[in-house]
């Protein structure tokens, strides 16, 4: 017999076990029992069912078809009696809820049947982690999830929340083998665990890595603090996120430094507060400067930037900085002592002193070149892609065009030189064969050539070589020993 608008079913006032129907439907069965949809919340247990069903003899209610169970606990860190919803719930449960004893239905023997209402589940329940409040639902339930084993959980009514305890295992979706753990709830009203790797470490994304330390899982995600070492950096960390396909986390980090004949030329490279990310199928570590850049070269050089690390090298994009040297490039390629940049600028600030807090004015600008740093050498080399690429002198009010320059980082000096033909200037003098020009409000346009300079930043005096002649006015002067210095200002 179907029944329709029943009202909330209360099997147990004394043990606050209620059935809601859905919509409030009923189907009537003999002995008093009854088939329904909808939810039933015993004690603490909240059950969302597309089919259950109530068994009056035996007193309990069977979970035929459950789309979810959840639990509401006590406050973890008190300070009210209210229950909170968990923000995890189990899913595929199948059993059924012991209401009372058979011969205690009205509830009145505490004493003796204290530990109902029970929940007894006799297969697997699953708990997954693909909600999108959890990293927009990266973690997908078909390859990441909790798996118990069949449990049974008493006193459903008043229940300790420490002393829950789910036994099973944990799948996820490759970054761990499969292992057996206990689920528990977690700080953020989630179910997890918090483990640590045996000895010896746990397979890592397969082959490509071994963690040893701390797992923990919740709605916070997989996470974990330990080590990774991959090829030649260590980054460690004490809240790595592991995500399917790759691992992240704010990290102390450090690369070995190695040359060509023992593997791959990569230099040293060490950081704090650096924001690792892992990504093992491209084997592929990325390191971002967050909060400190990051230290090359005896701590000679540092980066504002990015650093990718592989098996074949390590290259990187950003900003680098050393002595007065800046240079910016979106692709670095790096050797045991060597910063390569087939594109990239390079700015030298003057070494005169500076105004409090102020930036050092520039003494030496270029863009567009490509560039090779040794620091075993001493030295930087750079040649202009385009053949024509422009240098300023913001100190000394002149811009040249030149093929290629050198950097004598000891020396503090500038090479410049320009080969081949005449270079055709495109610029709004529309001067053929001069290379150098002043900028100076007051020098009405003076130009000239010089194929060799040499630029010294402690004088910040340009020293012009091979200078065959300059219009002043309406005069050619021809230097005698074709040599012209060209001061600041």
């Known amino acids: 017999m179907y029944l329709n608008e029943v009202d909330p079913i209360e099997l147990s006032p004394v043990q606050n076990v209620v059935v809601f129907p859905d919509e409030g439907h009923v189907l009537i069965k003999q002995n008093m029992d009854f088939l329904f949809s909808g939810a039933v919340m015993a004690g603490k247990l909240e059950v969302y069912l597309e089919q259950g069903s109530f068994d009056y ?3 309990k209610i069977n979970l035929l078809s459950v789309e979810a169970a959840l639990l509401r606990v006590r406050p973890i860190y008190g300070g009210s009696d209210k229950l909170v919803p968990m923000y995890s719930h189990f899913e595929g449960l199948k059993g059924h809820i012991a209401i009372d004893a058979a011969n205690n ?12 209402p029970m929940l007894k589940s006799k297969d697997y329940a699953y708990v997954f982690y693909d909600h999108d409040y959890v990293f927009n639902g990266v973690y997908d339930s078909a390859t990441f999830y909790f798996k118990t084993d069949p449990f049974d959980l008493d006193s459903l009514d008043n229940f300790d929340e420490y002393s829950v305890k789910f036994p099973g295992e944990f799948r996820s979706s490759g970054i761990f083998p499969v292992f057996r753990e206990t689920l528990k709830i977690q700080e953020d009203y989630s179910f997890g665990f918090k483990t640590k790797a045996p000895e010896g470490g746990l397979k890592f994304y397969g082959d490509y890595a071994k963690f040893d330390n701390e797992i923990k899982l919740s709605n916070e995600g997989l996470r974990g603090a330990g080590q990774i070492d991959f090829v030649t950096s260590t980054s460690i960390s004490e809240n790595f996120i592991f995500f399917p396909d790759s691992t992240m986390g704010i990290s102390q980090y450090v690369n070995r430094p190695q040359t060509k004949d023992q593997g791959i030329s990569v ?3 060490t950081g704090n507060g650096v924001m690792v990310t892992f990504v093992p199928k491209q084997e592929l570590l990325k390191a971002r400067a ?5 230290l090359f070269f005896n701590k000679e050089a540092y980066m504002k930037g990015i650093t990718y690390l592989t098996p074949k090298g390590m290259s990187g994009r950003g900003l680098m900085y050393f002595k007065e040297a800046e240079l910016g490039s979106k692709e670095f390629v790096y050797e045991r002592w060597v910063i390569n940049a087939d594109t990239a600028d390079f700015n030298l600030a003057t070494l005169e002193e500076q105004d409090p807090g102020g930036d050092n004015p520039l003494a030496f600008n270029s863009e567009n070149v490509n560039a090779r740093v040794d620091f075993e ?11 024509n690429t422009k240098h300023e002198f913001p100190k000394n009010q002149y811009i040249c065009y030149m093929d290629m320059y050198s950097w004598l980082m000891d020396n503090d000096e500038m090479e410049l030189s320009k080969g081949g033909a005449d270079l055709s200037i495109d610029s709004e003098l529309d001067l053929a064969g001069s290379n150098f020009f002043s900028v100076h409000p007051d020098q009405d346009s003076l ?3 010089a194929p060799k300079a040499r630029y010294s930043l402690k004088e910040s005096v340009i020293y012009c070589e091979k200078v065959e002649f300059i219009d002043v006015a309406d005069a050619r002067i021809f230097p005698a020993d074709k040599k012209l210095p060209f001061t600041k200002g």
Do not use: I, M, W
């Not at 967050?290 to 990051?294: A, G, K, R």
């Not at 050498?377 to 053949?387: L, M, Q, T």
């Open 57 to 59: 003899q035996n007193f």
């Open 105 to 116: 239905r009205s509830g009145k023997d505490q004493k003796n049947y204290h530990q109902y």
């Open 267 to 269: 230099p040293d490279v």
């Open 290 to 294: 967050v909060t400190e850049p990051l």
């Open 377 to 387: 050498a001493r030295r930087g080399d750079f040649k202009a892609n385009d053949g």
């Open 447 to 449: 130009n000239f050539a």
